[in-house]
C-alpha cells in the first residue's frame, strides 16, 4: 500500500512537471477566473434582466457568433504553424487586411438588409444596435490574430490576464447598468465594448510580454503575403467555411427559439447554454490552446500523433463526466435555486445540453488535430452533414412535436452522434499518419 501511494505521488508530479500540464494550468486558470467571475455575478444578473433582455442580446451574439469566424477567413489559426516567425507576421498582415475588408461588407450588407434580420428575429426594440456588429465582428478577428500569436509564442499567462480582466469589466458593467436600465440594449453594447477590450488587452500584452520586432513585418513584401494567402489556403477554404458553419449550428437554437417561441424562451436557452459551456471555456478550450502548438510540435518532430489524441481526450472524459451527469440528473432544481424561479425552464434545457456540452468538450484535442493532419476538408464536409441533422431535428421538435424542449432534445442528440462520428474520423487519420511516417 505504502508502494502504491509513493508511486501514485510520484506519477502526479512528473505529469505537473510536464510543461504540458503547467501551460493548461495557466491558461486554464485564468479562464477559471473569468469564469468565477461570470458566475459569482450571475445570480444578480439575471434577476436584473429577466428572460427576454437575454434572449435579445442571445440573438445579437449568435449572429455576432455566425460572423466572427469569417472575419480574417481563419487565416489566424495558421499562424501558429509556420516554423519562422517571419512568416507567421506575414500571416498577421494577411488577417489584418481581410479583417477591414470584412467588416466592412458587413455593413454594408446590413445597410442594404438589416431591416429584414431585425424583423425575422423580433428584435425591433434593438434595431439600431445591429449596426455594431460590424464592429464587433472586426475586434473578434483581431483579437483571435492577437490570441494565435501568444499562443504561437506560449504566452500563455497573457492569454489568462485578458481573459480574467475582460471578464472583471463586462460583469461589473452588465451589474451596475442593470440597477440603472436593465435591457437586452445594455446588455448588446457591453457585449460590443467586451470584444474590442480584449482585443486591446492581448495586444497590449504582446507590446509587453513577447519578443517580437513589429518593424520585421516590414520585411513580408506584399507578393509574399500573396504567396502565404496561397500556401495557407484551406484555411480560408475549408476551416472558414467549417467554422461558420459550426458556429451556426450552436447559434441556431437561440435564433429558431426567438423566431418561433420569443426573445424569453430564447432567453432561457441562452443562460443553459452559458452554464453548460463553461467547462469547455475553462478547461477544454485552454487544453486546445496549449494542445495545438503541441500537437504541431510532435508532427514536426515525428512523434506518435494518435497517441497524444487519445490521452488528451481521455483526461477531458474523466475530468468532465461528474459535472455534466450532476446537470442531468438536478438541472432544474439547480437554476431555480441560483437564478431564480423563473429560471427553471433554463434547467429543463440544461439537463439536455449536458450531453451536447460533454461531447463538444472532449472533442477539444481532435479539433485541434485537424489543420495538422490536414484534414480541413472532411472537417468541412462532416460540418454540413451535421449542422443539417441538427437543423432538421430543431424543425421536427418544432413543427411536428410543437416543444421546445423536444427540439433541445434532438439538437442534442445530433450532436452527440456527430461529436462521436468525428472523434473517431480524426483518431483513424492519426493513426494512418503515424504508419506513413513509420514507413517512410
Not at 494550468?25 to 469564469?35: E, H, I, K, L, R
Not at 486546445?288 to 490521452?311: C, K, M, Q, W
Request: net charge positive; proline share 4%.
Amino acid at each position: 500500500m505504502v508502494n502504491l501511494v509513493v508511486t501514485l505521488r510520484k506519477k502526479s508530479q512528473g505529469i505537473w512537471r510536464s510543461s504540458f500540464v503547467r501551460s493548461v494550468a495557466v491558461v486554464a486558470s485564468g479562464t477559471a477566473g473569468a469564469q468565477a467571475v461570470t458566475i459569482a455575478f450571475a445570480p444578480l444578473i439575471t434577476r436584473l434582466y429577466g428572460p427576454e433582455a437575454y434572449g435579445v442580446q442571445g440573438a445579437f451574439i449568435s449572429i455576432m457568433s455566425v460572423a466572427a469566424p469569417i472575419g480574417a477567413l481563419a487565416y489566424p489559426i495558421s499562424v501558429v504553424l509556420p516554423r519562422r516567425d517571419e512568416e507567421a507576421l506575414g500571416l498577421l498582415r494577411l488577417s489584418a487586411y481581410i479583417s477591414f475588408f470584412i467588416a466592412a461588407l458587413i455593413a454594408v450588407g446590413l445597410w442594404l438588409g438589416g431591416e429584414a434580420v431585425i424583423s425575422l428575429l423580433e428584435i425591433e426594440s434593438i434595431s439600431t444596435l445591429i449596426y455594431l456588429l460590424p464592429v464587433a465582428v472586426l475586434f473578434a478577428a483581431w483579437k483571435q490574430m492577437a490570441e494565435r500569436w501568444l499562443i504561437r509564442k506560449k504566452a500563455f499567462g497573457v492569454i489568462a490576464r485578458s481573459a480574467l480582466a475582460n471578464s472583471g469589466f463586462l460583469n461589473s458593467a452588465r451589474a451596475l447598468a442593470g440597477f440603472v436600465y436593465p435591457s437586452g440594449a445594455v446588455l448588446i453594447v457591453l457585449a460590443t465594448v467586451a470584444e474590442v477590450l480584449h482585443a486591446l488587452l492581448m495586444l497590449i500584452g504582446i507590446r509587453k510580454r513577447t519578443t517580437i520586432d513589429l518593424s520585421e513585418s516590414s520585411e513580408v513584401s506584399t507578393s509574399n503575403v500573396i504567396e502565404l494567402a496561397h500556401r495557407h489556403r484551406d484555411f480560408p477554404l475549408y476551416r472558414a467555411p467549417q467554422n461558420t458553419i459550426n458556429a451556426a449550428s450552436k447559434s441556431l437554437p437561440v435564433l429558431m427559439l426567438a423566431t418561433f417561441f420569443g426573445p424569453s424562451t430564447a432567453g432561457f436557452y441562452m443562460l443553459s447554454q452559458m452554464v453548460m459551456g463553461m467547462p469547455s471555456t475553462l478547461v477544454g478550450k485552454a487544453v486546445s490552446d496549449v494542445f495545438y502548438p503541441r500537437i504541431t510540435e510532435a508532427a514536426h518532430n515525428g512523434e506518435n500523433l494518435s497517441r497524444h489524441i487519445l490521452r488528451a481526450t481521455g483526461s477531458l472524459a474523466a475530468i468532465g463526466i461528474v459535472p455534466f451527469a450532476i446537470v442531468i440528473f438536478f438541472g432544474p432544481w439547480m437554476f431555480s435555486l441560483v437564478f431564480g424561479e423563473e429560471w427553471s425552464m433554463a434547467g429543463e434545457y440544461a439537463r439536455w445540453l449536458a450531453l451536447f456540452f460533454f461531447f463538444n468538450f472532449i472533442n477539444k484535442p481532435s479539433n485541434a488535430a485537424v489543420p495538422v493532419l490536414g484534414i480541413q476538408r472532411g472537417l468541412l464536409f462532416y460540418e454540413i452533414l451535421s449542422t443539417g441533422g441538427k437543423v432538421v431535428g430543431f424543425l421536427l421538435g418544432f413543427y411536428w412535436l410543437n416543444s421546445d424542449i423536444w427540439a433541445v432534445a434532438i439538437f442534442s442528440v445530433v450532436g452527440v452522434i456527430a461529436y462521436s462520428g468525428v472523434m473517431l474520423w480524426v483518431y483513424l487519420c492519426a493513426v494512418r499518419w503515424d504508419r506513413d511516417k513509420k514507413a517512410v
